[in-house]
């Protein structure tokens, strides 16, 4: 069986085309269920943390099962969802790093620099990336956990 996701999408200013292209792409995948776009729409500016921290809650509560977030770089989005308890956002640039977010590190968001990947890798790393799905039984399952277990010590 093949899994349905539900995906959030969110960008700054800085990222508004790719995530306009990518959200039209991921509207026509079979293998998406639903896409929620979190901004920004074309013309609108927004701090990428807000946008950031609005898609990491949501994948935390379960709104949603993973988000695609682009700002300039793709940094700033990662750090502000990685602020959010339980979430687990990266940037991606190449097929290795998009296959082991998920695969080593069970990454549910990824993030583009709209500045530093161009259109169609990132287009198909979006493509790759939901084709990825973690094994809890893998030996990078331990790994995650020690995230996990700080968190919930921490009572983030």
């Not at 807000?50 to 793709?74: F, N, P």
């Not at 809890?136 to 956990?145: A, D, F, I, L």
Request: proline letters at 4%.
């Amino acid at each position: 069986m093949t899994t349905r996701w539900r995906i959030a999408v969110g960008s700054d200013e800085a990222g508004y085309e790719y995530k306009d292209a990518i959200l039209r792409d991921l509207e026509r995948d079979p293998r998406v269920e639903l896409v929620t776009d979190f901004g920004v729409k074309s013309g609108e500016a927004a701090p990428y943390p807000r946008i950031g921290l609005k898609a990491g809650e949501a994948v935390a509560k379960g709104d949603v099962d993973r988000a695609v977030l682009i700002c300039g770089t793709g940094i700033g989005m990662a750090v502000s969802a990685n602020k959010v308890p339980g979430v687990r956002a990266t940037t991606v640039h190449d097929s290795y790093s998009c296959e082991r977010s998920v695969l080593s590190n069970n990454c549910q968001i990824i993030a583009f620099g709209q500045r530093v990947v161009g259109l169609e890798l990132a287009r198909r790393l979006v493509n790759d990336w939901l084709g990825y799905v973690f094994d809890p039984e893998s030996p990078s399952n331990s790994k995650v956990g020690v995230i996990t277990e700080y968190e919930q010590r921490r009572g983030a």
